[in-house]
């Protein structure tokens, strides 16, 4: 998958947790931090390929062509360059982060692998091919201890945040990276779950290189399970308000289980004992 799909659905995902966030009474500058957070966890599995998409500068590169007047041309080239000016902050942002998640949060996970056990990393090219050791649960949790060490330096000058509120952040980094490694288990390449400790390969027969509709069928149903979220807590809160801390806390969750358990089983995902380059 494509990371700006990873992080378009993930950012849905964390949607249905507004208001979960809203009843804890979090500020909206909070909230902000902590799908900041989520946005770092969705496209930190990435860095571990030089060739990411995350190291590439992108670009509205499409003809205009011929119009029927010079002011019609001229306001789709206005509007091509508002897109690419987007375009260039967004990758801009990928790129800095990309690159500094790279040696500050993914080499050193490879690292501790390394340290611990040495025959855990049999070949090279697990430290620089996709699908690496940050496409795994142990190496998404190595990561995640690594930027909230990172975020604590960094509160240090900005004093952006109280400790308890950094340790939320880190959980919506650990978050989004796991749901990295799920939206990346339908496809044909697979993830290795628990790799080093096992080589077991959850993979299914999705591809990201062709027009596959049953990944928008996901993003409708994020969106649908979004307004539901919304809507439900709030007939709860109106005429069950003792069950609103449980409605914000389950519902989310329940959505988001449903979500992917019909995604999975559109995709026919397999689980199989690999070798370290996979399917």
């Not at 909070?30 to 992108?58: H, N, Q």
């Not at 430290?127 to 960094?154: C, K, N, Q, Y």
């Not at 999705?206 to 596959?212: E, K, L, N, P, T």
Request: with cysteine.
């Amino acid at each position: 998958m494509r990371i700006d799909s990873h992080i378009f659905q993930i950012v849905l995902i964390g949607v249905l947790f507004i208001p979960m966030l809203n009843f804890f009474n979090f500020s909206l500058s909070f909230i902000l931090l902590v799908f900041w957070g989520l946005f770092c966890g969705a496209m930190y599995p990435d860095t571990d390929c030089k060739e990411s998409r995350i190291f590439k500068m992108k670009q509205d590169t499409s003809k205009i062509g011929w119009q029927s007047s010079y002011r019609e041309y001229r306001t789709k080239r206005n509007a091509q360059n508002i897109h690419n000016t987007l375009l260039f902050i967004y990758s801009s942002i990928l790129i800095f982060l990309g690159s500094l998640f790279r040696y500050v949060l993914y080499y050193p996970s490879y690292g501790v692998v390394y340290l611990i056990n040495k025959k855990w990393i049999k070949e090279d090219s697990m430290r620089d091919e996709h699908r690496g050791i940050s496409h795994t649960l142990f190496g998404v949790f190595i990561a995640s201890i690594l930027f909230s060490i990172l975020l604590f330096f960094v509160n240090l000058y900005f004093r952006l945040a109280t400790p308890l509120f950094l340790i939320v952040i880190s959980l919506a980094f650990f978050f989004a990276g796991n749901l990295h490694l799920l939206q990346d288990s339908i496809s044909k390449w697979g993830v290795k779950w628990l790799y080093p400790f096992r080589e077991t390969t959850v993979f299914g027969d999705y591809s990201a290189f062709s027009q596959d509709i049953r990944m928008l069928y996901f993003v409708f149903a994020l969106i649908a399970f979004d307004v539901l979220v919304f809507f439900l807590t709030d007939y709860v809160k109106n005429n069950f308000a003792s069950l609103l801390l449980i409605s914000t806390i389950l519902l989310p969750i329940i959505f988001l289980i449903l979500s992917f358990l019909l995604l999975f089983k559109s995709c026919g995902i397999t689980f199989a004992r690999q070798s370290p380059h996979g399917v």
